[in-house]
T-cell receptor
Framework: DAEITQSPRHKITETGRQVTLACHQTWNHNNMFWYRQDLGHGLRLIHYSYGVQDTNKGEVSDGYSVSRSNTEDLPLTLESAASSQTSVYFC??????????????FGPGTRLTVL | AQSVAQPEDQVNVAEGNPLTVKCTYSVSGNPYLFWYVQYPNRGLQFLLKYITGDNLVKGSYGFEAEFNKSQTSFHLKKPSALVSDSALYFCAVRGTSTTSGTYKYIFGTGTRLKVLA
């Protein structure tokens, strides 16, 4: 069965370190998204991609970067981790046709703690 | 401004009773609306969506939602709640990125549903 996976599931790091969260999907979806989930804020969009070599900033992109070298993967990098980036991170994907028309499929999440 | 509001942080309902989880939205153009459910330590799962057509949309697990254009609402409903329905529910709407002009999803802050046995 097709799926979307994230690794690691839990990560503890220190302030200032670079951290990369992996996202891999086997749906063959062109659209991929990264969100963070914080109490009282729901899900906020960090970055998104509509295809290979395409990346776009979301509403809370400062301090994060992504790259899309193939269809299956969209790694999220925290350039210099800050305590404010302690959160649960979700990756999602959706079909190419009319972005925003189709539902998203979510990964299980990565819980990141920055000390 | 584009937004989604879920006015209730938590909704409590007795098992067997009907439930409603509220959602209102603000977007330009025709709204594409979604409901997702999140169980503990899991990612979000799609429940249903409204794109066009009949204002009453049926989805997974017996849930349905009613689109009301005049009230800009998309409330989630179920005729008879189960204890297993207890979870966090998110409403989402398709919005447009103000910087790139591309489409994106805007999520509400979530409503925790607690079904009491």
């Amino acid at each position: 069965d097709a799926e979307i996976t994230q690794s690691p599931r839990h990560k503890i790091t220190e302030t200032g370190r670079q951290v990369t969260l992996a996202c891999h999907q086997t749906w063959n979806h062109n659209n991929m998204f990264w969100y963070r989930q914080d109490l009282g804020h729901g899900l906020r969009l960090i970055h998104y991609s509509y295809g290979v070599q395409d990346t776009n900033k979301g509403e809370v992109s400062d301090g994060y970067s992504v790259s899309r070298s193939n269809t299956e993967d969209l790694p999220l990098t925290l350039e210099s981790a800050a305590s404010s980036q302690t959160s649960v991170y979700f990756c999602a994907s959706s079909e190419l046709l009319a972005p925003g028309y189709n539902e998203q499929f979510f990964g299980p999440g990565t819980r990141l703690t920055v000390l | 401004a584009q937004s989604v509001a879920q006015p209730e942080d938590q909704v409590n309902v007795a098992e067997g009773n009907p439930l409603t989880v509220k959602c209102t939205y603000s977007v330009s153009g025709n709204p594409y609306l979604f409901w997702y459910v999140q169980y503990p330590n899991r990612g979000l799962q799609f429940l249903l969506k409204y794109i066009t057509g009949d204002n009453l949309v049926k989805g997974s697990y017996g849930f349905e939602a009613e689109f009301n254009k005049s009230q800009t609402s998309f409330h989630l409903k179920k005729p008879s709640a189960l204890v297993s329905d207890s979870a966090l529910y998110f409403c989402a709407v398709r919005g447009t990125s103000t910087t790139s002009g591309t489409y994106k999803y805007i999520f509400g802050t979530g409503t925790r549903l607690k079904v009491l046995a």
